[in-house]
């Protein structure tokens, strides 16, 4: 993408343990998004980060963003095999809050 | 509660052939209106937005045209399929911008052009 950028992989992990994915943006935005989408559907919104935020925690979930380094990440604790889907961050284009560019996903299997 | 409803669920179309998907956003008044194409294990590019009734702006040229003739439609078409069409098709809707640009997606049309 050419605003959003992620590490293009596919992580698998076991139940329980931690995993982290992270995203690169590559022009001011005022807010990170990180949707989750399972096979064959749309994506939906899992955590919402502004720009003046440094962590945001929900429930399992935490979204961290560093506008210096213009990064995000997305963690989650103790995983779950429902946790299995790609995950994508989204950035708004700093100028235009109507346009929404999306990295290239996160391919995660949580494995039993 | 609000509901977008996608249509068809699926399309299988020869090159050359006219398309149009279609999407209706019920329970909310005045939404802005999205397209999203996403290709077979791709990431979502955005094609079209509408802030209101009748106006649409294009982010991504990919031989498509997109309208709203209804505040809660949202039609994407085009006169001649290419093979590079192919892909899911995502019509989303938000309240506006910033926190409040929260996109909340339809269940998509798959599109195969042979």
């Known amino acids: 993408s050419q605003w959003g950028e992620e590490n293009l992989q596919a992580l698998s992990i076991q139940e329980g343990e931690d995993v982290t994915m992270n995203c690169s943006y590559k022009?001011?935005?005022?807010?990170v998004h990180w949707y989750r989408q399972d096979s064959g559907r749309g994506p939906a919104l899992i955590i919402l980060?502004?720009?003046?935020?440094r962590e945001k925690r929900s429930g399992r979930l935490r979204a961290t963003l560093d506008t210096s380094s213009q990064s995000s990440s997305l963690s989650i604790t103790a995983a779950q095999c429902e946790d299995t889907a790609v995950y994508f961050c989204?950035?708004?284009?700093?100028?235009?809050?109507?346009?929404?560019?999306f990295g290239s996903g996160t391919k995660l299997t949580v494995e039993p | 509660a609000q509901t977008i409803h996608q249509w068809p669920v699926a399309e299988i179309k020869a090159v050359g052939s006219p398309l149009s998907l279609g999407c209706t956003i019920k329970?909310?008044?005045?939404?802005?209106l999205y397209w999203y194409w996403q290709a077979t294990g791709g990431t979502l590019q955005q094609l079209f937005y509408?802030?209101?009734?009748?106006?649409v702006e294009s982010v991504v040229q990919l031989n498509l045209s997109a309208s709203r003739p209804k505040d809660d439609q949202f039609i994407l078409s085009t006169e001649k399929l290419l093979l590079s069409h192919s892909g899911f098709y995502l019509c989303?809707?938000?309240?506006?911008?910033?926190?409040?640009?929260?996109?909340?997606f339809g269940a998509g049309t798959r599109l195969s052009v042979l």
């Open positions: 329970g909310k008044s005045s939404p802005n």
């Open positions: 022009t001011y935005t005022t807010v």
């Open positions: 980060i502004r720009s003046n935020e």
């Open positions: 989204a950035t708004d284009a700093g100028s235009n809050y109507n346009v929404l560019y």
């Open positions: 509408s802030i209101t009734v009748g106006q």
């Open positions: 989303a809707w938000s309240l506006g911008w910033g926190e409040q640009n929260t996109l909340y």
